[in-house]
């Protein structure tokens, strides 16, 4: 059984073995919409909108959900010397890649290391914060559908979403990623069991005169555009959670063997055409 919905910016693909479980896609559909909901940058109402707006003010109490993925935002931003940072959303806007909700001309702002935990799920900053997850909760919602599925008693299937992919069961399914070159073609690089794998790559970075960035978090000025014509980075790792934040690693290190891979148990592979 297979469905389709357009959620996340993208359309996500949910593939179960049994043809009877439709209840149990729907409910991991909803997990990702849960997700959509609570880590929206582009939602007002989210919850991450409201600890950029309010965490330097006072104590914000979040879901679980949300405590889960920052302090994950946190470990890989530590582990990996701050190439992956959820604290940039202010610099996406200066760049016009995010909505311009948050006035980002009368702050200083802080990063994802500012935000402090004051209990198990409530957190507070010590600076003004313009967080971005959409590095980070692609992603987690693909883990979270696929554990939903499982909880619901399916043993076997795949959670897509735009290239963010998860496979759980004892059949291994094949992987293909986009050429660099001609992204309308695709490579097979073999096949994958019980794992997840996600790929970052501009492949389409001058389609309709529209520039397209990866943010270094670590560069001294403003704004440093690293423009990919003819890469691709992917990781294989356990989790969607980290394969997805770590592509963005990959992409600025270069580093196929970088130290955090190996923390997270992760694989990079890239490809040059």
């Known amino acids: 059984m297979r469905r389709c919905k357009p959620l996340l910016g993208t359309y996500v693909e949910i593939s179960i073995q049994p043809e009877n479980g439709a209840e149990a896609i729907s409910l991991a559909f909803s997990a990702i919409v849960k997700v959509q909901n609570l880590m929206s940058f582009h939602d007002q109402y989210s919850e991450l909108s409201i600890i950029n ?3 330097h ?3 914000i109490a979040i879901d679980p959900w949300t405590s889960q993925i920052i302090r994950i935002a946190q ?4 582990y990996s010397g701050g190439l992956f940072n959820c604290g940039i959303g202010h610099r996406l ?3 016009k890649l995010l909505p311009g909700n948050i006035d980002i001309a009368h702050h200083d702002f802080g990063g994802i ?3 402090q935990f004051v209990s198990q799920d409530c957190v507070i900053s010590s600076l003004p914060l ?3 997850l959409g590095g980070i909760a692609k992603g987690f919602a693909v ?3 696929v554990n939903t599925l499982k909880f619901n008693g399916i043993h076997s299937g795949s959670v897509n979403a735009g290239g963010d992919m998860r496979i759980f069961g004892n059949e291994p399914q094949a992987i293909h990623i986009r050429n660099p070159k001609v992204p309308s073609n695709v490579i097979e690089i073999g096949s994958l069991m019980n794992g997840a794998i996600a790929t970052s790559g501009l492949y389409f970075f001058n389609r309709d005169q529209q520039q397209s960035y990866i943010i270094n978090p670590l560069a001294d000025k403003d704004l440093d555009t690293h423009h990919v014509f003819s890469e691709s980075f992917s990781i294989i790792a356990n989790e969607c959670v980290y394969a997805d934040a770590l592509t963005k690693v990959l992409a600025l290190s270069k580093q196929q063997n970088h130290p955090c891979f190996e923390r997270y148990q992760a694989q990079a592979i890239q490809i040059a055409v």
């Open 53 to 55: 707006r309010e965490a």
């Open 113 to 115: 290391e500012n935000l």
């Open 143 to 145: 883990d979270m559908a």
């Open 93 to 95: 806007v200066e760049a």
């Open 57 to 59: 003010l006072r104590a």
């Open 75 to 78: 470990d890989i931003h530590q």
């Open 130 to 132: 313009c967080l971005d």
